[in-house]
């Protein structure tokens, strides 16, 4: 069965610090897409970052990098050097079979 | 370049009535998704179309809810009767879509509109 697991319902993390919110994929299908989106207070989804399945290199935007591991089937999201403005909810997704399958989401509140 | 528009932003009403959501997606996304998220959870599609046609509407509890995109631009999702359980946010998204199918892994990015907050009293 497709499956996203987000095993952090929530993290509190010290400002300017490094974060990685965990996420755990099931498929058999050998082709598939993994995405990051962001959620703040005001509801709108903001896409992050992708991963294909046959990407050899972990993709990067900006502070934002994915810590892809195929053989563990994890997408884990690194955010590096925290801003109060990173505090949101935060799902990670996978598109296999041309459905896109979410997580329940990491709730991560940024402390100054 | 415009982002995918909704409105209302809120909505609240009793339970039984009717109501209506619409969506206007970036220009030139032929793939338009509606989903259902309840508070604390993920989102669920309710209905994709593709241009003017239905691709997946397996979830849409179709006794009460409808969706049309007439044009293969804007759309309008329905509710009628509203029980408390639709109470929820409603978003919209859309993408590029592409005559030529990627492969299931290939990057089809969905972009958000703000959504709707919809409560049923």
């Known amino acids: 069965a497709q499956k996203i697991t987000q095993t952090q319902p929530g993290m509190f993390v010290q400002e300017k610090e490094a974060v990685t919110l965990d996420c755990t994929y099931d498929?058999?299908?050998?082709?598939?897409?993994l995405f990051w989106y962001k959620q703040p207070s005001s509801g709108e989804m903001i896409f992050l970052i992708y991963?294909?399945?046959?990407d050899q290199q972990n993709a990067t935007e900006g502070r934002y990098s994915l810590n892809f591991q195929k053989a563990r089937k994890s997408a884990n999201l690194v955010i590096s050097a925290s801003q109060l403005g990173d505090s949101a909810m935060y799902f990670c997704?996978?598109?296999?079979?041309?459905?896109?399958?979410w997580g329940a989401g990491t709730k991560l509140i940024i402390k100054p | 370049e415009a982002g995918v528009a909704q409105s209302p932003r809120y909505k609240i009403i009793e339970k039984r009535q009717s109501v209506a959501f619409w969506c206007n997606p970036i220009?030139?996304?032929?793939?338009l998704y509606w989903y259902q998220q309840i508070l604390g959870q993920g989102p669920k599609l309710l209905i994709q179309?593709?241009?003017?046609?239905?691709?997946?509407d397996s979830q849409l509890p179709k006794d009460r809810f409808s969706a049309e995109r007439l044009k293969g631009v804007d759309s309008t999702l329905k509710i009628q009767p509203a029980k408390l359980e639709d109470s929820a946010v409603y978003l919209c998204?859309?993408?590029?879509?592409?005559?030529?199918?990627?492969?299931?892994?290939?990057?089809?990015?969905?972009?958000f509109g703000p959504g709707t907050r919809l409560l049923v009293l």
């Open positions: 998204a859309s993408s590029l879509g592409s005559r030529v199918p990627k492969p299931a892994g290939g990057q089809e990015t969905q972009y």
């Open positions: 220009s030139g996304h032929a793939t």
């Open positions: 179309f593709q241009n003017n046609g239905v691709v997946d």
């Open positions: 498929t058999s299908d050998p082709s598939y897409g």
């Open positions: 991963q294909g399945s046959y």
């Open positions: 997704a996978m598109r296999v079979l041309y459905q896109l399958i």
